[in-house]
């Protein structure tokens, strides 16, 4: 069975320009998360799928930033117009349950985001 | 508040113990995970402990929870150069697995 696969592994834009980061998450996963770790501090939640609804969204910086999830399959993390301080790892999970104790988020390697 | 803490950095000799500490300040915690990254790839759940258990063992892997003192350590028995890696600890809170809370990572190097 795949992992959780993420495109591109890394992404070098100019500030001002837009970015679009897709997460392809395990088949079947009905949750869907976005991390981002920043300046290799610590790793901070962005924003929960459950199928294409979000759940929560309390992670997400600004309105720059979009996510989206239209199927409730792949989902797609735009960034408009990126800022210097969006650079950094963003991670996507996803998970099979959320109600059952110790519910596993598998992660997908990351996309490394340098904006110059 | 929700805030998890970690020292950035350890380096221990191959063959000794190691370990890695991490501090976390919601006393309504309910799970507590230790996750590993090696290079280039993604995170990796090692373990994980229920708050209301003191320790947990896997193998080599050894978790230790301090609940009045909100401190949660990872062992790691016999360390080898394959456990270089960052390790991360994680938080996720009553009422919900959803959301972790993540420390910033602690850089395990295991030399000769």
């Known amino acids: 069975e795949a992992g959780v696969t993420q495109f591109p592994s890394h992404s070098v834009i100019e500030k001002g320009q837009t970015v679009t980061l897709r997460c392809d998450p395990i088949?079947?996963?009905?949750?869907l998360y976005w991390y981002r770790r920043v300046m290799g501090k610590e790793i901070k939640f962005l924003l929960h799928?459950?199928?294409?609804?979000?759940?929560?969204e309390s992670g997400m910086p600004n309105n720059r930033f979009l996510a989206e999830r239209t199927g409730g399959t792949y989902s797609t993390l735009k960034v408009q117009p990126a800022e210097l301080e969006d650079s950094g790892v963003y991670f996507c999970?996803?998970?099979?349950?959320?109600?059952?104790?110790?519910?596993?988020?598998?992660f997908g390697p990351g996309t490394r985001l340098t904006v110059l | 508040g929700e805030d998890v803490e970690q020292s950035l950095f350890l380096s221990v000799r191959e063959g000794d113990s190691s370990v890695i500490n991490c501090t976390y300040t919601d006393s309504s915690s309910t799970y507590l995970y230790w996750y590993k990254q090696e290079p280039g790839a993604g995170l990796q759940l090692l373990t994980y402990?229920?708050?209301?258990?003191d320790m947990k063992q896997d193998q080599r892997l050894t978790v230790l929870l301090n609940k009045k003192d909100k401190h949660l350590s990872l062992r790691i028995a016999d360390t080898q150069t394959g456990d270089s890696a960052i390790y991360f600890c994680a938080e996720s809170m009553a009422g919900g697995y959803n959301k972790l809370i993540f420390g910033a990572g602690t850089r395990l190097a295991v030399h000769p």
């Open positions: 799928f459950v199928k294409e609804s979000k759940q929560d």
């Open positions: 402990i229920f708050s209301n258990m």
């Open positions: 999970a996803s998970s099979h349950q959320t109600n059952r104790a110790g519910a596993t988020q598998y």
């Open positions: 088949s079947g996963h009905d949750n």
